[in-house]
């Protein structure tokens, strides 16, 4: 069983940055690809980024692209989401989810367990 906690959530306004974090414990946290994914109010959950095993690999949604880094510490079972220039149109519930599926994977049925999710409202 992986359990995954997300961290780092929080009120920010337009222009302004967060960091989120995803810890996972359960498995062999340096063979799971992970990704981040966001469901705003009203709206289906949409991908966001995804790393590779190794973090040599990543891959984005074409509306963070340039804003929003994701990285990993394989040492320290974390996930990362660096999120600047933040948008109103960001406020969402993000989530991590781990696969053990090789590459980068945008789609939500490719992986096998997600986390809670954090919040993350951004003001105009």
């Known amino acids: 069983q992986v359990q995954l906690v997300e961290s780092g959530g929080g009120l920010v306004q337009a222009g302004g940055s967060l960091r989120l974090s995803c810890a996972a414990s359960?498995?062999?946290?340096?063979?799971?690809?992970m990704g981040w994914f966001r469901q705003a109010p009203g709206k289906e959950r949409e991908f966001v980024a995804a790393?590779?095993?190794?973090?040599?690999?990543?891959y984005y949604a074409d509306s963070v692209k340039g804003r929003f880094t994701i990285s990993r510490d394989n040492a320290k079972n974390t996930v990362y989401l660096q999120m600047n220039r933040l948008k109103p149109e960001d406020t969402a519930v993000y989530y991590c989810?781990?696969?053990?599926?090789?590459?980068?994977?945008?789609?939500?049925?490719?992986?096998?367990?997600w986390g809670q999710g954090t919040q993350v409202t951004v003001s105009s």
């Open positions: 790393i590779s095993w190794s973090g040599g690999s990543t």
């Open positions: 359960g498995r062999t946290f340096s063979s799971d690809a």
């Open positions: 989810a781990a696969t053990r599926r090789p590459g980068t994977r945008s789609k939500q049925y490719e992986y096998d367990y």
